[in-house]
């Protein structure tokens, strides 16, 4: 048995091709994250990753919707959102596959 601390791990990332990791893959990176009412992030797109976020409990705003418990967005690769917590959210983040650099800010530029 291996056993971490979620509150030892970066921005709540537990899972993937990082360190700290309580399991390192380059199969999928796994996030439990905590927001505070009116945290944010800036837009961003990954070019390889697909990315899905549940909204446990709280509301948020994702692609311009209001997003509240239960609520699961899928992200393609490509695709650019912010996130704004309306109230204090906890989010489950799962990326496939997790690689390391995917993470670009903005919207992707066409050529």
């Keep these: 048995m291996k056993q ?3 509150a030892d791990m970066v921005r709540g ?3 993937g091709d ?7 893959t380059d199969a999928c990176e796994v996030a439990i994250q ?4 009116g945290d944010t992030e800036t837009l961003h797109h990954h070019k390889v990753a697909h990315e899905i976020t549940v909204i446990l409990s709280g509301h948020a705003v994702m692609f311009g919707k209001t997003l509240s418990d239960g609520d699961i967005v ?3 690769p490509g695709e650019a959102t912010s996130f704004e917590a309306l109230t204090d959210v906890t989010t489950v983040v799962v990326k ?3 690689v390391i650099g995917d993470k670009y800010e903005g919207a ?3 050529s």
Excluded: G
């Design 108 to 110: 992707p530029v066409c």
């Design 34 to 37: 905590r927001f505070k009412a």
């Design 13 to 15: 990332w537990f899972v």
């Design 4 to 6: 971490a601390l979620l």
């Design 18 to 24: 990082f360190s700290p990791a309580a399991l390192k």
């Design 74 to 76: 899928v992200i393609e």
């Design 96 to 98: 496939l596959p997790s």
